[in-house]
C-alpha cells in the first residue's frame, strides 16, 4: 500500500478520489439532467482512461458542461455544439465528444466542421485588415462577390477563402494601414515576391479594376513561365517512366515531350518525326533530325 493511504490500495484511492471530484461538480449544476450527465460522463472517462488520469483530469471538463447547460439545459446536437464552440473548441474536448457519441448518437459532420473551419478562417482574414479603411471596403466587397457565386453554387466556401488570403496579403503589402489600394508597383513587388498566387489573386485584380477604376496588369515573366513549364515536363516525363513498354506510340510520346524537354521543339515534333529522322545509339540513346539539326535525346531507361 501506498504509504499515507492505510490500507487503501492504489486503485481504490483514484476511484475514491474521482468520484468525490465527480459529486463536488455535480453541485455546480442547477439542471439535475446536466449533473446526471456529468456523473454518467465521469464513470466513462474512469474506463477509457483509467481511475487516475481520470481524477487528475475531470475538473478541466467541466466549464464545457457548464455552458453546456447554460445555453442548451442539456445535451445539443452537434450542428449546435459546432456553431458555439466551432470545430476548434470542440477539438479540445475530444473524450467529452466521443461519450457523446457513444452514449447519445451525435456524430460529428465532416463537411460541417470544415466549412466551420473555413468561416473562421475567413473571418480571422478580413480581421487582418484594419476595419473601416478603403482596402477593407474593397476586401469586403470582393467577399460579398463570392459569398453570392456560393449562393449560386459556382464555388464553395473554402474556395472563397483561398481568393482572399492572397487578396488580404496583396492589400497589407501595399499599405498595412488599409489606407490606400494597390499599384502597378505595388503589385508586381508582391508577384516578385510571391510569385505563385498570380493565379489566386487574379480575380480580385479584376474586381480591383472594375470597382475601382484601376488598371493594374498582371505581367507574364517569360523566365517564370518557362520554369513552370519545364516542371510541366519533368513531371511528365517521370509519369512516362512509369508507363513505359516497346510500342512505337509510346516512343513517340517520349520523343515529343524529351525534345521539348531537353532541347525546347515544337511539343508535336516527335508525333510528326519521319522513321528515317530517328536513329538509335550504340548506348541506347536517339538521334533525332528535326529541319536539318541532329538532337540526342536519352532512352528512357537512362534518362
Known amino acids: 500500500m501506498p504509504a499515507g493511504r492505510g490500507n487503501i490500495c492504489n486503485e481504490c484511492y483514484w476511484q475514491n478520489t474521482l468520484r468525490k471530484r465527480i459529486k463536488m461538480d455535480m453541485a455546480g449544476f442547477a439542471v439535475p439532467v446536466m449533473a446526471k450527465a456529468f456523473n454518467e460522463f465521469g464513470e466513462w ?157 487574379t480575380g480580385f485584380i479584376n474586381h480591383l479594376n472594375r470597382s475601382y477604376g484601376l488598371s493594374l496588369v498582371i505581367k507574364i515573366e517569360k523566365k517564370q513561365v518557362a520554369k513552370m513549364q519545364q516542371k510541366r515536363l519533368e513531371k511528365e516525363l517521370i509519369e512516362l517512366l512509369r508507363e513505359v513498354n516497346d510500342s512505337d506510340e509510346f516512343r513517340r510520346k517520349w520523343l515529343s515531350v524529351a525534345l521539348t524537354y531537353f532541347h525546347q521543339l515544337p511539343r508535336n515534333a516527335g508525333a510528326k518525326l519521319k522513321d528515317d529522322h530517328i536513329s538509335i545509339q550504340e548506348n541506347g540513346g536517339f538521334v533525332v533530325v528535326w529541319k536539318d539539326q541532329q538532337y540526342f535525346i536519352p532512352h528512357w531507361d537512362k534518362p
Not at 56 to 82: G, N, Q, V
Not at 123 to 142: E, H, K, Q, R, V
Not at 151 to 168: D, E, H, N, Q
Open 45 to 201: 472517462l474512469l474506463k477509457e482512461v483509467g481511475s487516475q488520469k481520470a481524477a487528475l483530469t475531470i475538473h478541466r471538463y467541466l466549464p464545457f458542461f457548464m455552458e453546456i447547460e447554460k445555453r442548451w439545459k442539456s445535451i445539443p446536437a452537434y450542428s449546435d455544439l459546432l456553431a458555439v464552440f466551432g470545430a476548434e473548441g470542440l477539438r479540445r474536448v475530444k473524450l467529452p465528444m466521443r461519450w457523446f457519441k457513444e452514449a447519445y448518437c451525435i456524430l460529428p459532420d465532416a463537411v460541417a466542421k470544415g466549412e466551420d473551419s473555413d468561416k473562421r478562417r475567413i473571418d480571422a482574414i478580413m480581421a487582418s485588415i484594419p476595419g473601416n479603411t478603403l482596402a477593407a471596403c474593397a476586401l469586403g466587397n470582393y467577399r460579398s462577390i463570392l459569398i453570392n457565386r456560393i449562393k449560386s453554387k459556382k464555388t464553395k466556401l473554402r474556395s472563397v477563402r483561398l481568393a482572399l488570403r492572397p487578396a488580404a496579403s496583396l492589400l497589407i503589402a501595399t499599405d498595412d494601414t488599409g489606407a490606400k489600394l494597390p499599384t502597378q508597383k505595388a503589385f508586381d513587388q508582391y508577384l516578385r515576391k510571391s510569385p505563385g498566387q498570380k493565379a489566386a489573386v
